[in-house]
Structures are given as structure tokens and as C-alpha cells.
């Protein structure tokens, strides 16, 4: 079993929709969970980093933690044809590896 | 600022030759790290230096090999080429490693026929 498991997709949904994006994960010391959004042929680059539980809103993405069900999601509002990519969840303990997920291709159709 | 550099970015190998993957930053972090990407699995770690001279392995440290003289460089060197290393290889770098931002590179493109 992977300790980070998510859908790799593709989802495909219509501009101005909710997009919902999910992963979940195997261990409990996990406490820092970030995600990483890829453009074809790019780096990965950071979108969201939340520590513990809750969640965190920036603008349009809100990143959020449940660790009791260890599952972290994203949810893009307003989805726009830019925010097609490929979404990367990933996390660690607090130490100096970090573990993705193996990222869900979105496409966002205008 | 430059950010994360990688050179090569394309790279046909064939099997049993080496090679060396370039990393740099300016940034000035402490922690770099190789990551190589396939379909389906994500990013999964291969080595990483939380300082120059400070090397380990990651998750997938097989048939690779890597050193940090200086704070700016991370190579990552091929001993034997093999078909199963065909695969998208990035660099990143962080202030930190815990839990804090990671900046990738570009990517190199290695395919070992």
C-alpha cells in the first residue's frame, strides 16, 4: 500500500465549476500536507501548505485536513481553463522526505 | 534570481553508458533533493543533501549516485544505464526540508534505449 494514495484521473469539468480533489494517506505522523500543482512539461510548484489539521483558503483554493480520516482535499471555486494541470498532494513527517501522491490531471474545458 | 536549473533538458541514453544530470540553485538552500517521474507514480524521491557535504538516500537510490561539494550543486550521476531509468527526473531545492516549500527544476527527459 502506498502511504500516499491518490486517483490519478483525468477529471474533467466545465469552466466555473467546483472542482474537488482528494487524497488520502497511511500514517498518522504526518503533519505537514501541501499540494503541488504541474503544468505539462513544468516543475512542480506549490499551491497550498497547511499544517495539522483545519483548513486554509487562498483566493479560489482551499486546502483541508481531516486527519482523523487522514484525508486531505482541494477545492478549486470559479474553475477556470488555466487551472487545468496536474494536482500533486503530498506530505511528511517534519523531517526531509517528502511523499507525493501520484498527482489527478484536471482539465477545466471553457 | 534563477531559481532551480537543470541541465540537460533531453537526454537519449543508451544501455550501460553513464551520465550526469546537473542541478543548481541561487537561492542559497540548505536542502536539495532528486526526484524522477513516471506515469502513474507520482514523485518519488531518489536522494537528497540537507548541506554540502551531507548526502542520503531516498526512496529509489539504485543505480544512482550523488555528491554536494558546494551549497549550489546537486549531480546526479548514472553508473550503468538501464531501460528502467527511462523516466522525467526534477530537482528541488528548500530553506528548510521540513514542511516548507520545495522548488523544482524544470526537468530532465531521460530515455535509455
Known amino acids: 500500500q502506498k502511504e500516499v494514495e491518490q486517483d490519478p484521473g483525468p477529471l474533467s469539468v466545465p469552466e466555473g465549476a467546483i472542482v474537488s480533489l482528494n487524497c488520502t494517506y497511511s500514517n498518522s505522523a504526518f503533519q505537514y500536507f501541501m499540494w503541488y500543482r504541474q503544468y505539462s512539461r513544468k516543475g512542480p510548484e506549490l499551491l497550498m501548505y497547511t499544517y495539522s489539521s483545519g483548513n486554509k483558503e487562498d483566493g479560489r483554493f482551499t486546502a483541508q485536513v481531516d486527519k482523523s480520516s487522514k484525508y486531505i482535499s482541494l477545492f478549486i471555486r470559479d474553475s477556470q481553463p488555466s487551472d487545468s494541470a496536474t494536482y500533486l498532494c503530498a506530505t511528511d513527517t517534519g523531517g526531509f522526505k517528502t511523499i507525493f501522491g501520484a498527482g489527478t490531471r484536471l482539465f477545466v474545458k471553457a | 534570481n534563477a531559481g532551480v536549473t537543470q541541465t540537460p533538458k533531453f537526454q537519449v541514453l543508451k544501455t550501460g553508458q553513464s551520465m550526469t544530470l546537473q542541478c543548481a540553485q541561487d537561492m542559497n538552500h540548505e536542502y536539495m533533493s532528486w526526484y524522477r517521474q513516471d506515469p502513474g507514480m507520482g514523485l518519488r524521491l531518489i536522494h537528497y543533501s540537507v548541506g554540502a557535504g551531507i548526502t542520503d538516500q531516498g526512496e529509489v537510490p539504485n543505480g544512482y549516485n550523488v555528491s554536494r561539494s558546494t551549497t549550489e550543486d546537486f549531480p546526479l550521476r548514472l553508473l550503468s544505464a538501464a531501460p528502467s531509468q527511462t523516466s522525467v527526473y526534477f530537482c528541488?531545492?528548500?530553506?528548510?526540508?521540513?514542511?516548507?516549500?520545495?522548488?523544482f527544476g524544470p526537468g530532465t527527459r531521460l530515455t535509455v534505449t
Open positions: 528541488a531545492s528548500s530553506y528548510k526540508g521540513q514542511g516548507t516549500e520545495q522548488y
